[in-house]
Structures are given as C-alpha cells and as structure tokens.
C-alpha cells in the first residue's frame, strides 16, 4: 500500500509532466491543424508545431502536401536547436575550458537542447512525402542529400537523378552528384556533372569540386584556368585546390 504522501507525490509528479509536454486540443479540422503548426511555427515552438502536424498527418495519413509540412517542422526544428546548442557549448567551452566534456559531441550538445531525434523524424517523413507526391523535388532533395552525409553516395546518385528529371535546373543536384562520383573514384562522370554545375551556379563551391576533378583526370590547362579562378574568389578554396 502507498502512503498518503507517495500517492500525493506520484499525483504531483504526474500533473506536473503533463503540465510540460506540449499539446494541442483534440477534435480540430485538418485546416486548422496546418494553421496551428504554421503559426507555432513562426513563432519558433517547434514542439507544438510538431504536435499540430502529427494531428494533421492523422487525419490525412496520404497526403504528401501533410507528411511534407511535418517534415519541414522537424527539420527547421533540428537545424534552429542545433546552431542553439553549438552556441551554447561554444560559450561554455570558453568559460570553463577545463570542464570535463562528454566524449561524443551529439551527446553534449543534447545537455544544451539539441534535439537529436529530429533529424531521422524528418527525413522518415520526407520519405512519406514522396511515397505519395513523388515530384515533390526538394523531398527527394533532402533523401538524396541524408544519403550523401552518410556516404551512401551509389544511393544518393540514383536520387539525385530523378531530381534532375523533375528540376533540371537545380545546380546543387549536378554539383553533389558530381562529388558523389568523385567519392566513388569515378572521375570522369565528376567532371560531366560539376561543369553543369558550374555552368547553373558559377560559385566557390563548384569552381572548386570541378577543379579537383580535373586535377584527378589530368586535365591540366583547365585545372590552372579553374586555380586562377578560385584565386581571385576565394583564397581559402585556391588553397584547398592546390593542396588536395
């Protein structure tokens, strides 16, 4: 039996949980679920806004115009309480640099609100996003681009293709497709890609995969033409070209 006191504690402790987990009313229309998370959304309450598109994926579990707002969210929400947490850790570090740290930097940078668990929530809902819109671009984007963090680049080559297919002109595909090859070795196939790339966004970034690429084929004349290049761009890219 449970004294008066535990029981007391127990009712407290409850309430008190509950109290803390973010919620939204039951027995709302799907609009105004999309229209909660939204405004939760603008004002930086990534939880609540979660919680209303959880309630809008319920009611429409088909839908990939739903799955993909709730990716979004927890996406947007992983990237806000990541640039919080390295801030935090960063101050932290600085204050009292002989503190112990935690020997994974996921797990400490959990301690000052990463939330870590979004990130797969996400890309399991862009997966969704797809299944049932499956030109929703920017979805197959986020996929295909999870794949190349995680250096699954065959994968991640395949994905990036049929974005292409659907967007033609979305230079960050041919430029990842690009490194994509370039990581397997297959560095003609770079070449081809990260031209276009360059050719749709004439950036450091481009300038400076398409430059290793030649290096790597030994297309000299238009390696020395991609240094020169990078040289008047970007001093820190000139030299990640030349000493790579």
């Known amino acids: 039996m449970y004294s008066k006191l535990c029981i007391t504690v127990l009712i407290f402790t409850t309430l008190f949980f509950a109290a803390c987990e973010p919620s939204v009313k039951d027995g709302l229309s799907y609009d105004e679920y999309v229209k909660m998370a939204r405004e939760y959304q603008k004002n930086d309450d990534y939880e609540r806004a979660i919680a209303a598109g959880k309630k809008a994926v319920s009611i429409k579990p088909q839908d990939g115009e739903t799955h993909y707002l709730l990716a979004m969210l927890y996406y947007e929400g992983w990237r806000k309480s990541l640039d919080a947490a390295q ?75 049929k974005i292409i297919e659907i967007n033609p002109n ?14 397997l070795g297959d560095f003609k196939s770079a070449v081809l890609n990260l031209e276009t790339a360059v050719k749709l966004d004439p950036g450091v970034e481009n300038y400076l995969q398409l430059g290793l690429a030649y290096k790597r084929t030994n297309n000299l004349n238009k390696y020395a033409a991609i240094a020169k290049k990078l040289k008047g761009m970007d001093k820190g890219r000139y030299e990640q070209l030349v000493t790579n």
Request: charge should be positive; glycine fraction near 4%; avoid cysteine.
């Open 87 to 161: 801030m935090k850790a960063l101050q932290e570090a600085m204050l009292n640099p002989n503190k112990r740290r935690y020997s994974s930097e996921i797990e400490e940078l959990k301690q000052f609100g990463l939330k870590a668990e979004w990130e797969p929530l996400s890309n399991q809902q862009f997966k969704e996003t797809i299944k049932y819109d499956p030109k929703n671009w920017f979805a197959r984007y986020m996929i295909a681009t999870d794949l190349f963090n995680n250096k699954h680049f065959t994968e991640a080559i395949v994905e990036y293709k």
């Open 170 to 183: 979305y230079a960050n595909a041919h430029g990842l497709i690009g490194e994509s090859y370039y990581k």
